[in-house]
């Protein structure tokens, strides 16, 4: 189509779309609010020590009571009793705003530590601590439909980014591997840039095209043949989209027309399998390559606006969760403990789709400026989108200014969704 054959869309629509830009952020599970003493802006009790708490929605069913329990336990720092009041924010969402400092919390607590990395780099300042406490840990997996997996040679054989890159650069798709009713290879991840799984996803695939386990540098990541790689399987992407709770309810209005294959974190496949809506189970590929844990941090930002009383106070609150949250407790909301050598419990179970022994191999956290490159690089080398615009021009849209708020609409847009 030529572009004076393009027509132009109705100026309202415009508007929604640049709006809706706008507006999304993405988070780690869907999500936003409040928890445990109240709103964001809930007064202390008189006399207390306040402290602001965030962190990311998928921890909200474990965290919310355990609030509320330590705010009656009568803790207490310099004899004032702490009062903690939490605030659910999706990952990429609080580490931006941290760094513009619009969101101002004494602790916070991410999905992934990769969020702290890219909070110090954004903001210039060391305000994470390089090392930090785990509340919980749930590893990143390739969620896959099992009849998929099987397919690949599930569970005997490991499947990785190996098997799915030639799958994703095939045009025989599943049919390569004797099953052709299966169609082609779809995948399925969210977006880095807000999402902690699209994040560690797209990390994941670049230490996979350089073979590293560690010490992945900004030279390995813009080197052709690893990004030759990266693109081949992002190529077969069909979505990037904002959150696992949408893409998880897409799985199961669509099932597998829907995706072959989908990045998430292990939490999220078990509770899928939970709640699957009549579509095959999922099982976990844990790549051989190696994978990511969402370690689900536990930060106390060296902030100048946090006194030395509130962060002592975070402190005990960050010791009232370690003795709270153990195997048991994290396995009842589907999440592994924060301590490696312990076993999982509950949830983390090979009937409810994960592989307890895994994942064999655990990459390391990339330096912030690499990590840097990497959601910049991976801009360039994404799949790219054919979008078409579509606005009104007719005489109507000279009345009230219409059209100049239509253009002004469409550079927005432009603007937000270029990389």
């Known amino acids: 189509m030529k572009p004076s054959q393009i027509v132009i869309a109705i100026a309202a629509i415009i508007a929604v779309i640049a709006v809706a830009v706008l507006s999304s952020g993405g988070d780690d599970d869907g999500g936003k609010g409040d928890s445990g003493g109240g709103s964001p802006g809930a007064k202390a009790p008189a ?6 708490f965030a962190y990311s929605p998928e921890k909200e069913q474990l965290l919310k009571p355990l609030i509320a329990r330590f705010n009656g336990s009568g803790r207490e720092v310099g004899g004032k009793k702490i009062f903690v009041v939490g605030e659910v924010v999706a990952s990429g969402e609080a580490q931006s705003r941290i760094a513009k400092g619009t969101l101002k919390p ?3 607590s991410p999905s992934s530590s990769l969020w702290g990395r890219l909070l110090n780099f954004e903001a210039d300042r060391p305000l994470a601590p390089k090392d930090n406490p785990s509340i919980v840990r749930t590893p990143l997996v390739i969620a896959m439909w099992k009849p998929f997996a099987q397919a690949l040679g599930y569970p005997k054989k490991k499947i990785g980014y190996e098997q799915l890159t030639k799958l994703a650069v095939s045009n025989q798709g599943f049919a390569s591997v004797g099953k052709p009713e299966f169609g ?3 995948l399925v991840h969210t977006n880095p840039d807000f999402s902690t799984s699209g994040l560690s996803a797209v990390v994941a695939e670049y230490y996979a095209a350089t073979g590293k386990k560690e010490g992945l540098t900004e030279a390995d990541v813009t080197r052709s043949a690893a990004r030759k790689q990266v693109k081949d399987i992002e190529r077969s992407i069909v979505h990037y989209g904002d959150t696992t709770l949408f893409i998880a309810d897409q799985m199961r209005r669509k099932g ?8 998430m974190e292990e939490v999220t496949l078990l509770d899928f ?10 099982v976990a590929l844990y790549p051989p390559e190696g994978t990511f844990y969402s370690d689900n941090p536990f930060i106390t930002l060296d902030a100048p606006y946090n006194s030395r009383a509130e962060k002592d106070a975070a402190g005990e609150f960050q010791k009232f969760l370690a003795e709270e949250v153990d195997a048991q407790a994290a396995g009842r909301q589907g999440f592994r403990p924060a301590d490696l050598n312990a076993k999982p419990e509950g949830r983390v179970t090979a009937a409810g789709g994960a592989d307890p022994a895994q994942p064999a191999r655990v990459l390391g956290l990339p330096e912030p400026r690499v990590l840097d ?3 910049r690089t991976w801009r360039a080398d994404r799949k790219p989108a054919n979008v078409l615009l579509v606005v009104d021009t007719s005489g109507s849209m000279n009345d009230e200014n219409r059209l100049a ?3 002004g609409g469409l550079r927005t847009f432009l603007r937000e969704v270029s990389p």
Do not use: C, D, E
């Open 184 to 186: 082609r290879f779809k």
């Open 47 to 52: 006399g207390s020590l306040r402290v602001t």
């Open 106 to 108: 004494v602790a916070w």
């Open 273 to 282: 399998n939970r709640r699957r809506g009549g579509q095959p189970p999922l």
């Open 373 to 375: 490159r990497i959601r």
């Open 256 to 263: 597998p027309g829907y995706a072959s294959a989908v990045a």
């Open 405 to 407: 708020r239509a253009k």
